[in-house]
């Protein structure tokens, strides 16, 4: 229970991901604000003591929504320790048949106007509570890498890995630290696209284990980065990848 009297904020808190910090977080003891675009998706924390779960709907590329979600959790719970940056989209499709509208503007409103959102909200709720923080984002190893059919997707998260080091450098004065984790590839709906494009078994060779992280293993890795013991973690970005970037495709196997 390494969160015990901690309360978070997760966005995307509905999607693969995002719904498995959300239940980590909570048996770590955090009080939690599931934020999500769509209020039915929420509806999957109906259960929940609310005395522990707080449900919002919200925006991530609407500024005044992220801004209202933070001040909510704050009155809600009292207080806001945690902010986890974690909504996110992506599209796989070929860049030269991109629209622009859909295939770039609005991947880079959620994964990147989302992000610096959620820092600013996040930031000045810390700063007017003078108690420091903790804020994380979700990036990826595509942050990193080169790769088809990603283009848009590759490019948000490299944005993502920039503004953790500078909002990191900036708030460190006020105790707050900022960091982010790089998943690889992990069994989400959005990782499913490939298994409709026929390449569900060919990138699943490309692991190093031949097999795809899970969104429980990448909440730990997510709780830990957040809780007290990973104090001497700012600025930089934690990979949990099983190690996909750092190996070519195997000839053989």
Request: hydrophobic share 45%.
């Amino acid at each position: 229970m390494r969160l015990q009297g901690k309360t978070a904020l997760v966005t995307g808190a509905a999607g693969g991901i995002g719904q498995a910090i959300v239940n980590t977080l909570l048996a770590e003891g955090a009080q939690v604000a599931a934020v999500d675009v769509s209020a039915d998706a929420l509806a999957v924390y109906s259960q929940q003591d609310p005395e522990q779960l707080l449900r919002i709907a919200a925006d991530v590329t609407q500024y005044q929504q992220v801004e209202e979600a933070v001040r909510s959790a704050a009155r809600y719970f009292g207080r806001l320790d945690i902010m986890i940056n974690n909504a996110g989209i992506g599209v796989a499709k070929p860049l030269l048949e991109h629209d622009p509208a859909t295939d770039f503007d609005r991947i880079t409103q959620v994964n990147q106007h989302g992000v610096y959102f959620g820092i600013l909200a996040a930031g000045r709720q810390f700063s007017a509570q003078a108690s420091g923080g903790v804020i994380l984002n979700t990036s990826s190893v595509y942050a990193q890498m080169a790769a088809e059919m990603t283009f848009s997707y590759n490019v948000s998260k490299a944005a993502v890995d920039m503004m953790t080091k500078c909002a990191a450098l900036e708030l460190a004065p006020l105790g707050i630290r900022v960091c982010a984790i790089a998943p690889g590839r992990v069994d989400t709906p959005m990782l499913r696209q490939y298994e409709a494009l026929g390449l569900w078994d060919h990138i699943r060779k490309e692991q190093m284990r031949q097999t795809f992280t899970q969104p429980d293993e990448i909440a730990r890795v997510v709780a830990f980065l957040v809780s007290d013991d990973a104090n001497c973690i700012n600025g930089v970005t934690v990979s949990a990848s099983d190690g996909f970037e750092n190996f070519k495709y195997p000839l053989l196997g």
